[in-house]
């Protein structure tokens, strides 16, 4: 994609409040949001730089492993460095070959390789604990949610994703383990683009979609394909047109991802996914709204219907103000309203619309055969319990400092009395888009609090020296 033609992006300008804390829901600081996750893409960049050679990598990765947990060495870098033996370094050097691109076995194994390398030689120590917590916390909570007992755990196994920094053109993305497996590996890998270890509040929300969404997706065998028939099967009873359940039901990897995104962290998912995608759409089009068509090839929604759809999942959401929120971020989706295309089949605004709360409500309220009868906001849910952890958390943001020292203690004491990192993302896209700070600010003073939560995870306590010789 070619950055340099863009326009520039327009400088925050810090909102003065004389009165009570805004409102998040007035969206006022959603505008500088944007800007910042404009700029975090056009910084671009790649993370480190991948090992280019057999021994150099081996001896990396053997070095490296000491740094992760036991479960981790076991699921990820055991298989990779026997992966590794079999290609030997021919074999290694003819896979970089064959892949230059970095987007098939290639690019998987260098993935992988990166999770483990950044954690062992501690890039970005501080901002990849963070980020490592995020993820944890939304594999765990969702197949360790209440709702969910009784139900069968993920075929695709229990163990959260590990994480890379990555390269900025490719945005958020996930190995799932379906993906990973081919490398003998047992655990999916999410990748941020490297900026956003410093910058760019809003991607951060959408590791919800990642994590909670493909990679649960993924790792639940069978959810998928019935969310599809669900999908297609009450669009048509509603008299949509076929073109239009087809193309929702043809999409379900994105969609139900979108809605899952949404379930696990409330409406700060959908505040994230409209803000961030007006940034990334300013960066690589110059333009900084959300898409209202796109190919009819492309696995992904339009944009203004992904915003549609993740407004209409808020409002079934079991929180007492779930329904203003909803009619909030449809009215600001509504600002990029234009010409609609679901594929090649076009479609009034109205259409679009329905179509997309008929897809949150089959998606959320349809009891699964995959999930023994339950639906999935059984399962997951945001409640006004949820509602109050953001809030207190926002106090902590608000007395931190970017440092982190306010803001991470008071989270580490809380972590353990039901604040967790989905709240603490949540907690800083509220406090950025209600427009009372620097969104820069908010997310240093994140991140320093999601690395304290970290601290205190029991999984990744206090590694054991690796018994194995480079």
């Not at 070959?97 to 890039?123: H, I, N, S």
């Not at 990555?166 to 958020?172: F, L, S, V, Y």
């Not at 590791?207 to 997706?217: C, S, T």
Request: charged share 20%; aromatic share 6%; proline share 6%.
């Amino acid at each position: 994609m070619n950055l340099t033609a863009v326009s520039a992006a327009v400088p925050y300008h810090p909102l003065v409040v004389t009165g009570p804390a805004p409102d998040p829901t007035s969206l006022a600081g959603l505008p500088a949001c944007v800007d910042d996750a404009q700029l975090a893409a056009l910084a671009g960049g790649y993370g480190p730089a991948d090992p280019r050679t057999f021994a150099t990598l081996r001896a990396r990765l053997v070095r490296a492993e000491a740094s992760l947990p036991e479960a981790y060495r076991e699921a990820a870098v055991d298989p990779l460095l026997r992966r590794l033996d079999q290609l030997g370094p021919a074999g290694f050097a003819r896979l970089l070959a064959e892949d230059p691109a970095r987007e098939g076995e290639a690019g998987l194994l260098l993935d992988v390789a990166q999770a483990v390398l950044q954690q062992g030689e501690g890039y970005q120590a501080r901002a990849t604990a963070a980020f490592q917590e995020v993820v944890s916390d939304l594999y765990d909570g969702f197949v360790a949610a209440e709702g969910r007992q009784g139900v069968k755990p993920p075929e695709g196994g229990l163990l959260p994703p590990l994480v890379r920094w990555g390269r900025a053109d490719a945005g958020p993305y996930t190995w799932p383990v379906t993906d990973t497996a081919s490398l003998g590996v047992g655990v999916a890998v999410v990748s941020l683009p490297a900026a956003n270890a410093t910058a760019g509040l809003l991607a951060w929300p959408a590791l919800a979609h990642e994590v909670a969404g493909h990679d649960l997706l993924a790792a639940d065998v069978g959810l998928g394909d019935e969310l599809a028939k669900v999908v297609r099967s009450r669009l048509l009873a509603g008299k949509a047109a076929p073109a239009v359940a087809d193309y929702w039901a043809d999409r379900i990897d994105e969609t139900a991802a979108d809605v899952l995104g949404v379930l696990n962290m409330g409406p700060a998912a959908a505040e994230g996914l409209i803000g961030y995608f007006r940034g990334l759409n300013g960066a690589w089009g110059g333009t900084p709204a959300l898409r209202t068509g796109g190919a009819a090839a492309d696995p992904h929604p339009a944009d203004l219907a992904r915003a549609y759809l993740a407004a209409e999942t808020v409002r079934l959401l079991s929180f007492k103000g779930a329904s203003r929120w909803a009619d909030r971020l449809i009215a600001e989706a509504d600002r990029d309203l234009g010409r609609i295309h679901l594929g090649d089949t076009a479609v009034t605004a109205g259409v679009a619309k329905a179509s997309a709360a008929a897809v949150a409500r089959a998606i959320v309220q349809t009891p699964l055969a995959s999930l023994e009868g339950r639906t999935l906001l059984q399962i997951q849910d945001w409640r006004d319990s949820d509602e109050a952890i953001v809030a207190e958390l926002r106090r902590s943001l608000q007395r931190g400092s970017a440092r982190g020292g306010g803001a991470g203690q008071d989270a580490a004491g809380k972590y353990g009395a039901g604040a967790y990192a989905a709240h603490a993302v949540a907690a800083a896209v509220q406090e950025a888009v209600s427009g009372e700070a620097d969104p820069a600010q908010v997310m240093g003073r994140m991140v320093a609090m999601l690395a304290a939560m970290h601290d205190r995870n029991p999984a990744w306590g206090a590694p054991r020296t690796s018994p194995r010789a480079a």
